[in-house]
C-alpha cells in the first residue's frame, strides 16, 4: 500500500539549513500515514517547506482552527491524481522542539503526518474528532519509532 505515492517536495525558505534525511523522512511518514489508512490510490503530495513568514501567507486556506499552527494542508481541488500540499514552517517546528525538549525528526514526522490527515479530510473540528485523530497520529507515529510519550530529556 502507498507504493502508488510520490511525495514532492520544495525547500521555499532559507532560514534554517534542512538536516540531512529530513527529505527521506518526509516521504517515509507520507506513507506510513497512507499505509495506516489504508489508501492505496495512486496520488502525489507535494510538501514545501517554509518559514513562519510564508505560512502567514497561506492562513487563510486554513480549514479549522484546530489545525496544527506549524503547518497548512491544501487539500487538492480534484486536480490529477494530487492529494494536495502540505506547508510546513520549520522555523516553527524548531520553535516547538525546544519548547517541548523533542527532537526536530519528531516534530517533522509529526507535522508530516498530522498533514497528510488533514489532506484525507481529518481535522479538529472538536474534542471528539480531535481525540480521534491525536491516536492515529500516536499510531502512525509508533510505527515510525516515535513514542509520542517517551521522555527526550538529553
Known sequence: MASNL??????????FKIPSGTRMLVRRSCHATLQYENYDSRTEINVVFA???LLREFEHLRV????????????????????GKIIISVERIIELTK?????FEMGIVF?????????????????????SLMMKEAGVMN????????????
Not at 484546530?66 to 487538492?76: G, K, Q, T, V, Y
Not at 507535522?111 to 481525540?131: E, F, I, M, P
Not at 510505527?143 to 530529556?153: K, N
Request: hydrophobic residues 30%; proline residues 4%; aromatic residues 8%.
Open 64 to 83: 479549522s482552527n484546530f489545525e496544527a499552527r506549524e503547518l497548512i494542508a491544501i487539500p487538492s481541488q480534484g486536480e490529477g491524481d494530487s492529494l
Open 6 to 15: 510520490k511525495v514532492i517536495i520544495d525547500n521555499s525558505q532559507s532560514k
Open 143 to 154: 510505527d515510525l519509532g516515535y513514542s509520542p510519550l517517551a521522555d527526550y530529556t538529553v
Open 51 to 53: 518559514d513562519n513568514d
Open 99 to 103: 519548547v517541548y525538549n523533542r527532537p
Open 111 to 131: 507535522a508530516s503526518v498530522h498533514g497528510v490527515l488533514n489532506l484525507l479530510g481529518q481535522y479538529y473540528t472538536d474534542q471528539r474528532s480531535k481525540d
